[in-house]
DNA sequence: TCTGGGGTCCTAGGACCC
DNA sequence: TCTGGGGTCCTAGGACCC
């Protein structure tokens, strides 16, 4: 691991600065050998909101060479396969060098490393896992904001009360969690946008610390797109502004910035100038749940296309009733073989957790969206608009008791009942045998024509 | 045999109401 | 009859993140 780490792209000549000018690491130690040697050193003192962001390496790639003691030392991808439309996952650090990278499609990646050991990931495994190391985050401060399986910001701001030293709480919780079997890099700020970049400085196993007062030094040199919230398009408009670092972005007008980028550019603005006080926050609320499918082979017949379309509505059911979420808005996706993308959303009558209930509607939606002898790449179902308290359940008298509409989809009331029990009954033999176990009609025969991968967004885990 | 899947948030236009 | 705003909801699309 330490070897990769010289290889790393990032780590050279980025040692963040503090007030004094110095580099952060040398004052801090960037492993976990130096900072035990070095733990009763004085820090320098830290003065207002101090913000961790934990990022943990390699994370799905570290999980199975945990769990594999065969694959520690070796290159390991996690990812969907390469010969349909995979892409990878996550790279162990041994596969890195070979120019392996996150988001890849598999079929490079196996061409640059063949050799490497692949798999398509166990996510409830990465799921326990990652909750068993947010339980070790939560033991240092109640503030704390899950954005990933693998990402956490914490707010550790010294108190009246606990006046422990931040960089003293993320050296501790680094070695926490190398007792739990993985490593984790930190991030050390005044905001969560200065603790992020922070994280991605060194890595993996780096600590990476700005000082109060070193914000605007620390992100000027870096390049536009260091920054969360700005990807290819702002960047490339930022570019054609002659904007091309933070320390531009930080110096340029705001009446130009809030032309071209609206709302967003006084964010960027503000953030590029180290002012960012968005707090960590405590709302986790699931807002929207999907399922979509690519297809290793492109569909060409209405029929195969109401095939998948019941077999991811009836994913996104099952999750729904497992998360206890009714949701209001049901969308429908489509890509087609040019890449080009099209939806429709519609609301229901009354929200709503039952695939049999609004597949039917999905299926006239699939109408507006159908292009005759245009091949269906992907297609994805999703539900939004979940009541404010979640998880509040309806009676089935509630359900048939609702005014109709026109694009009502309810069943009687004893059909409703029936319905309701055959759920249960196969949700019951998914829970034990496997979300394959069970299969309707309209359901697509076998996995075999979809691809594989990984998610990392925490909705999935929760 | 290039380019996944799960999310969040924003925008812009239209409908509708007051 | 023509003219306005503002507010909210809905819809489609897109940028962005991990």
Known sequence: MRDMRRESPHTASKAPVGPEGGSAREAVGADVAAFTERGALPLPPWEGPAILLVDLDAFFASVEQLDHPAWRGKPVIVGGDPDKRGVVSTASYEARPYGVRSAMPSSTAYRLCPHAIWTRGRFDRYREMSNAIMDILRVETPY????????????????????????????????????????????????????????????????????????????????????????????????????????????????????????????????????????????????????????????????????????????????????????????????????????????LATPSDDEFAYTPLLYRMMDELWRPGMPVRLIGVGMTGFEDGEGVQESLFDLAEAAPSEDDVRPSIPDARKRRGLIEATDLVKDKFGESAVRFGRELRGEENTTGSASKNPADYK
């Open 144 to 347: 704390v904001q899950q954005v990933s399986i693998d990402e956490a910001f914490l707010d550790v701001s010294p108190t009246p009360v606990n006046r422990e030293h931040p960089v003293r709480v993320a050296q501790r919780v680094q070695q926490r969690i190398e007792e739990m079997g993985v490593t984790c890099s930190i991030g050390v700020g005044t905001s969560k946008t200065i603790a992020k970049i922070a994280s991605d400085m060194d890595k993996p196993r780096g600590l990476t610390v700005v000082y109060p007062g070193g914000e605007r030094d620390f992100l000027a040199p870096l390049p536009v797109r260091t920054m969360s919230g700005i990807g290819a398009a702002a960047e490339e408009k930022l570019r054609s502004c002659g904007i091309r670092t933070l320390g531009e972005l930080a110096d340029a007008d705001e009446g130009m910035l809030l032309r071209v980028f609206g709302k967003n550019g006084h964010v960027m603005h503000v953030r590029a100038n180290g002012g960012d006080d968005a707090p960590v926050a405590q709302d986790d609320s699931v807002k929207s749940v999907s399922n979509e499918m690519t297809f290793a082979v492109d569909l060409t017949e209405r029929e195969e296309v109401e095939g998948a379309i019941a077999t991811i509505a009836a994913k996104v059911g099952r999750r729904l009733r497992r998360k206890g979420l009714r949701g209001r808005t049901i969308s429908l996706r489509v890509r087609y073989d040019d890449r080009s993308v099209r939806s429709v959303q519609r609301q």
